[in-house]
């Protein structure tokens, strides 16, 4: 199969509650989006492994998660990260799922895969739960995916709205992974500027408010993509966001679908230069329900006909 995606209805048992964006129904619409696209093999995410986790979180943080989820109701980790019974499970199904993805793609399954899971991951630290995510889930593939012979340098590419904090904290001393983030700027976290460069294998691409297609394009034109070809990966992963779309409510970027449809095309094409055309994407923000639909429909369609 050339393009694969990756679910579990466990995804769905993870609930914050009814006041909250990172909603049951974000998932619900993502697949909503896609079933009707041909040439498309849905395969289950299996659960994440302790020996994945235990490459990016250490034991007792993991332990402090499995020990907070609640029998009945929810528990705040913070004030807008919530665990329910079933949060474990879910996020051990968005975990395991990119490192599955990952493992078709490097022995010859699949050439590309979006992973369809929740909750997002690119916020959540090596030992902090923040920002909806609880484990992270791009950088735990990226640790799985350089455990395979062959993999020496991972870069990860980042278009949620919001900044990938964890990400960057995760791998900022790592010189055989690159994380390049385009972002409004401020906005939750409130990381992410220009000067943040790591070991140099860190790239944040700001975007002011109200910015929109032509910004976005410039941005990834004039340095993203090209610091992702310099940095030459033996494959890609995609922190796919789509809250900066016009419609959603959380920030104020104007992204339209075909900026998605854009973006990912560009992404693979550099992806058939530098890694034999080997992406994997994991799913991330998107909180207008509309605009998740139509805009992971278009990414899944650029990695289909990439």
């Not at 016009?246 to 075909?258: G, K, M």
Request: proline share 7%; glycine share 10%.
């Amino acid at each position: 199969m050339n393009t694969i995606i990756i679910h579990h209805d466990d995804c769905l048992r993870h609930d914050p509650g009814p006041e909250q964006p990172e909603s049951v129904q974000r998932l619900k619409a993502v697949m909503g989006g896609l079933e009707d696209l041909a040439r498309l093999q849905v395969l289950p995410a299996p659960l994440a492994t302790p020996d994945q986790i235990g490459r990016v979180h250490p034991d007792e943080y993991w332990a402090m998660l499995q020990a907070n989820e609640p029998d009945e109701g929810r528990v705040a980790l913070d004030w807008d990260t919530f665990m329910n019974q079933g949060s474990v499970q879910a996020a051990l199904r968005a975990s395991g799922g990119l490192c599955f993805a990952i493992d078709q793609i490097l022995t010859g399954q699949a050439l590309r895969a979006f992973c369809a899971v929740r909750p997002p991951g690119h916020h959540a630290e090596p030992e902090t739960a923040m920002g909806f995510c609880l484990l992270n889930n791009v950088a735990i593939g990226a640790m799985h995916a350089l455990e395979h012979p062959g993999i020496e340098r991972v870069a990860i590419i980042d278009f949620d709205v919001h900044h990938g904090n964890g990400t960057q904290a995760i791998f900022e001393q790592n010189p055989d992974v690159m994380f390049v983030s385009s972002h409004q700027h401020p906005l939750y976290p409130g990381t992410g500027s220009i000067d943040e460069t790591g070991c140099g294998n860190i790239l944040n691409l700001p975007l002011a408010p109200g910015d929109g297609s032509t910004e976005f394009r410039r941005a990834w034109t004039r340095f993203g993509l090209p610091a992702v070809h310099g940095f030459s990966p033996d494959l890609v992963l995609i922190s796919a966001g789509f809250d900066a779309h016009v419609r959603d409510p959380l920030a104020q970027l104007e992204l339209e679908d075909d900026d998605y449809r854009w973006i990912t095309g560009e992404i693979c094409d550099l992806a058939v230069d530098c890694c034999e055309g080997r992406v994997a994407s994991v799913l991330e923000g998107g909180y207008d329900l509309q605009a998740l639909a139509s805009a992971s429909r278009v990414h899944v369609q650029g990695l289909l006909t990439g």
